[in-house]
């Protein structure tokens, strides 16, 4: 009968989860002109958190805790009916953007020039190895973020001993998590975009290539001191398989946006569903093996989606009462020094996450207090500046998800891969990236 019910009851959260991705379809496309469907996809978001919660992880439960307690400092009164559904409108974005980058994953394991790129990176020589790995997860993680440490965890040899597992998995990480700095489909990128209007945001995704170009010219020779021109190139044929593709997907996205006046985040849950859909009219026999694998996936990541969730929707209450602004007041008036917030934003974060304080928290509250011309700061350098806190953040907490799956991906200790090298590399990543934007900003 528990065992009826629970199955009962998963039939409903993915129900409702559909409702919402369909409601946030319409508030994209049509805005307040379905308003009704739009406000019914929140109520279904909601219930689909609702039933989540119960089946919440003991981790997942230690955090809502401690965003109760955020919750509970920062908002003074209890917000209204009308404050619901403005924060369920919000929010309501989420409930397309996570489930899409999971089936965009749950897809791009299925294709041939991924496996064709995996198998290339299997057959690297240990000393091309780390560089290979750090820039081909870049390269997937911008694009399927989580999905990369799948594939390349996959692509480790089976005979590999400790200290190359170790090795490949540091530099997966840092790859993985520093191309939030120049993706459009990371939630880091969906969050500062609630603070950046449109052209900006994309301003600071082309900074952002610059970024990650210049982090893997000094991480991979830092880390890999036998990495020559040779390897590069080696590495580079294997990439190529799935190079074209990760291009055309990018381009498609900012087609789309341009054409239609999208938001980068709403031209990405738009274009996504319509390349998958591509997908499987070219392979319809994967179809069946794309839908399970995003179920799964699905389940596994409800947790996190409650997690964001609860924090966007904290975030925002705590925005529309101006909180964070009036504790700032009290340290400081007139307007910010630019250099100032473009250092404080990716350290703070950086810091924050290393005593387990969610990314999402640290920059809703950073980029309140920064954006809207509160500091003299260009928008475009203080968006960059929050996708690199968000990359050293997660790059070098224990508590990151993305570090916990690529340690149990890749069978080492979590904190042998954040507390080592990478710890210095996220320092690095966010001190020195704030200072170079901080430079550029007094150029402008």
Not at 182 to 188: L, N, Q, T, Y
Request: some cysteine; aromatic content about 8%; overall charge positive.
């Amino acid at each position: 009968m528990i065992a009826y019910f629970f199955n009962y009851g998963q039939k409903i959260r993915f129900l409702c989860l559909f409702i919402a991705w369909t409601g946030a379809i319409a508030q994209v496309l049509f805005g307040d002109q379905l308003g009704q469907i739009v406000n019914i996809g929140a109520l279904a978001y909601a219930g689909f958190i609702i039933l989540t919660v119960v089946r919440l992880r003991r981790d997942s439960i230690l955090i809502l805790l401690m965003l109760t307690v955020v919750a509970w400092s920062l908002i003074s009164q209890w917000p209204d009916q009308q404050d619901w559904t403005a924060g369920g409108r919000y929010i309501l974005i989420f409930s397309a953007f996570l489930p899409t980058m999971v089936m965009v994953r749950a897809t791009a394991l299925t294709m041939p020039s991924v496996h064709r790129t995996q198998t290339a990176l299997s057959k690297l020589p240990a000393e091309a190895a780390s560089g290979g790995f750090q820039l081909a997860a870049n390269m997937f993680g911008g694009v399927i973020n989580l999905g990369a440490l799948a594939i390349l965890s996959a692509a480790v040899p089976a005979n590999a001993n400790l200290q190359r597992r170790k090795l490949g998995a540091e530099a997966t990480l840092r790859g993985m998590v520093t191309a939030a700095a120049w993706s459009p489909f990371f939630v880091a990128f969906a969050v500062g975009q609630s603070f950046t209007d449109p052209l900006n945001s994309w301003i600071a995704i082309a900074m952002g290539s610059v970024t990650t170009v210049v982090f893997a010219l000094i991480t991979i020779p830092v880390f890999n001191r036998s990495f020559t021109l040779a390897q590069l190139r080696l590495v580079a044929g294997c990439l190529a398989p799935v190079l074209v593709r990760i291009l055309v997907v990018l381009a498609a996205v900012l087609a789309a946006a341009i054409i239609f006046g999208f938001t980068a985040l709403s031209a990405v849950v738009v274009v996504m569903p319509v390349l998958i859909v591509i997908q499987f009219a070219l392979n319809p026999p994967m179809m069946p093996v794309i839908v399970q694998e995003g179920r799964r996936s699905i389940k596994s990541m409800a947790d996190d989606i409650v997690i964001i969730s609860v924090s966007m929707l904290i975030g925002h209450f705590a925005v529309s009462t101006d909180i964070f602004n009036e504790l700032f007041s009290t340290m400081h008036t007139g307007m910010i020094p630019g250099w100032w917030a473009l250092m404080i934003t990716p350290s703070v974060m950086m810091v924050a996450s290393l005593v387990g304080v969610h990314p999402v928290i640290s920059s809703v509250a950073l980029l309140s207090v920064f954006s809207n011309g509160n500091a003299d700061v260009h928008p475009a350098l203080l968006m960059q500046a929050h996708l690199i806190g968000w990359g050293a953040g997660t790059m070098s907490s224990v508590a990151s998800l993305s570090a916990i799956t690529c340690a149990n991906l890749f069978n080492i200790p979590i904190r042998q891969i954040v507390l080592g090298p990478n710890l210095l590399a996220a320092l690095g990543y966010a001190v020195l990236g704030g200072a170079v934007l901080s430079l550029v900003n007094l150029a402008l």
